[in-house]
């Protein structure tokens, strides 16, 4: 049985103007840029009252980052596909599959990933966040490293966190040249390239 209560109207008017106040941010972000953007643009274009809004949060950084943990999710998702390979190739399938979907999704969400770069270099509390974002998926690859090195697909004389980390500043970086279309070689190239430099070096 679904005991679950129904929202009561002051708390679904709370959600309501949260997301209005995240809907205006977001466009108003994108439109103007990070430094550009002002809590009172976002508040005017969120049709809210300011003492309303700042309940919510207390600056455009908190609200920023609030965005940007909705987007790294997304991510997220790719760095937590089901990771079990029992065969080299079957690694390589799967790393690959991974590096595509984060790659592609870099070039999906650029518009949004171009008002993160710029709000990194301008916002320390961002600047930190993207720091334990990184820290979070670190983590994650880490886990996916040390179990091909217990499934004896992996080399056990290599430092986990260590390739862990080196993996993931390799996509990172690839991810921001596609984001600024800064990368002269074709996608594809990337995927295949990065693929094989990572199952090469790690599998036996």
Request: glycine share 4%; charged share 25%; proline share 2%.
């Amino acid at each position: 049985m679904n005991t679950d209560k129904p929202l009561s109207q002051r708390k679904l008017q709370a959600l309501q103007t949260r997301e209005k106040l995240l809907t205006a941010g977001q466009e108003t972000f994108l439109s103007n840029g990070f430094q550009k953007t002002t809590i009172s643009q976002i508040i005017k274009k969120a049709q809210t009252g300011y003492g309303t809004a700042y309940v919510y949060f207390r600056n455009k950084d908190e609200l920023f980052i609030y965005l940007m943990e909705e987007l790294m999710n997304k991510f997220y998702t790719i760095a937590e596909l089901p990771f079990e390979p029992i065969t080299h190739e079957e690694a390589r399938s799967l790393i690959r599959n991974q590096v595509q979907q984060f790659l592609q999704l870099s070039i999906k969400e650029k518009a949004m990933m171009t008002v993160i770069q710029e709000a990194k270099g301008i916002s320390p509390s961002v600047q930190e966040k993207w720091s334990n974002i990184r820290e979070r998926f670190i983590s994650r690859i880490t886990i996916d490293v040390q179990y091909a090195q217990a499934a004896n697909l992996a080399k056990k004389s290599l430092n986990p966190h260590l390739v862990a980390r080196g993996w993931f500043y390799a996509n990172e970086m690839f991810m921001w040249e596609l984001v600024h279309n800064e990368n002269h070689y074709s996608i594809d190239d990337v995927i295949k390239n990065m693929t094989q430099m990572y199952v090469e070096g790690l599998y036996h």
